[in-house]
T-cell receptor, first 112, second 116 residues
Framework: DAKTTQPNSMESNEEEPVHLPCNHS???????IHWYRQLPSQGPEYVIH???SNVNNRMASLAIAEDRKSSTLILHRATLRDAAVYYC?????????????FGTGTRLTIIP | KAGVTQTPRYLIKTRGQQVTLSCSPI?????VSWYQQTPGQGLQFLFE???????NKGNFPGRFSGRQFSNSRSEMNVSTLELGDSALYLC???????????????FGSGTRLTVV
């Protein structure tokens, strides 16, 4: 199963950038790194995913270390709506082993 | 486009009963997976289906089962309900892994099951 390590909680000021770290030292060369976030009383929401190079979309950026053992989710300008639990994970690339394993995630608090 | 739809949103059942939860994935998504979320255990994988075949199963007792239909809609069933089965049950759909590319998962809002 995928093993990830994230800080339990982080705080950030509104309108400031936020860098959420994740360690995934057992990742293999073909596993994509996924990030999801979960707001209260909702299902997890897809944020971004990538393999090797840095990725950007309208929600966030994903910076992946050269050795792929860690990654950082970057929210460029945090808003109150970004307050959520953020999970990083990686589905194992093997047919028959397609699942997400979630750790405890990082609870992000945004300070107005 | 429509998201992942789970029904019902809320359910109250009595110990010993059985329950069936439904999930309609995003159109075109052939992979459907199920997760259980509790305050104590967090998000835990139940099983995953692709083109009507169960490809992977988590560490849950045989009381938990599922299936997928030809239109990719999926159901999960829990028989002989126990108090500890009270949880948020989440369904996620994805295009699945094709070749060397991976796709993100879209989750539904879940079914909140309470066993009394």
């Amino acid at each position: 199963d995928a093993k990830t390590t994230q800080p339990n909680s982080m705080e950030s000021n509104e309108e400031e950038p936020v860098h959420l770290p994740c360690n995934h030292s057992t990742i293999s060369g073909t596993d994509y790194i996924h990030w999801y976030r979960q707001l209260p009383s909702q299902g997890p929401e897809y944020v971004i995913h990538g393999l090797t190079s840095n990725v950007n979309n309208r929600m966030a950026s994903l910076a992946i270390a050269e050795d792929r053992k860690s990654s950082t989710l970057i929210l460029h300008r945090a808003t109150l709506r970004d307050a959520a639990v953020y999970y990083c994970t990686y589905p194992r690339y093997n047919i028959g082993n397609e699942k997400l394993t979630f750790g405890t995630g990082t609870r992000l608090t945004i300070i107005p | 486009k429509a998201g992942v739809t789970q029904t019902p949103r809320y359910l109250i059942k009595t110990r010993g009963q059985q329950v069936t939860l439904s999930c309609s994935p995003i159109s075109g998504h052939r992979s459907v997976s199920w997760y259980q979320q509790t305050p104590g255990q967090g998000l835990q994988f139940l099983f995953e289906y692709f083109s009507e075949t169960q490809r992977n199963k988590g560490n849950f007792p045989g009381r938990f089962s599922g299936r997928q239909f030809s239109n990719s809609r999926s159901e999960m069933n829990v028989s002989t309900l126990e108090l500890g089965d009270s949880a948020l049950y989440l369904c996620a759909s994805s295009l699945g892994v094709w070749g060397r590319k991976s796709y993100g998962y879209t989750f539904g809002s879940g079914t909140r099951l309470t066993v009394v």
